[in-house]
Nanobody
Framework: QLVESGGGTAQPGRSLRLSCTDS????NRWFRQAPGKEREGVAA??????RYADSVKGRFTISRDARKNIMYLQMSGLKPEDTAIYYC???????????????WGQGTQVTVS
């Protein structure tokens, strides 16, 4: 079971931190879906490194507190185009940004305006 938190409304240029608490299979990917658009990969743990969408590189950071079973997405320099519902996911297949995942959180809304 995955539970996201930390979404909300922020002004452009500000920061938000999303959390994904997991129980059982560890979450390792973040996705987002804006209205009318497909779900896209934002960040992921990929082997011993991380992967980021080009649109968020240098602004977003994925991390994990293994003791607390929490995965984070630190979002800085937010832009209006970052507005979307953000999801964490676990037990995924394919490339780092593939949405072929077994477990999903309920999503948390991020609005930048």
């Amino acid at each position: 079971q995955l539970v996201e938190s930390g979404g909300g409304t922020a002004q452009p240029g500000r920061s938000l931190r999303l959390s994904c608490t997991d129980s059982g299979t560890a979450a390792n990917r973040w996705f987002r879906q804006a209205p009318g658009k497909e779900r896209e990969g934002v960040a992921a743990f990929w082997g011993v490194s991380e992967r980021y969408a080009d649109s968020v590189k240098g602004r977003f950071t994925i991390s994990r507190d293994a003791r607390k079973n929490i995965m984070y997405l630190q979002m800085s320099g937010l832009k209006p185009e970052d507005t979307a519902i953000y999801y964490c996911a676990a037990l995924c297949r394919g490339q780092w940004d593939s949405p072929d995942c077994t477990y999903w959180g309920q999503g948390t809304q991020v609005t930048v305006s």
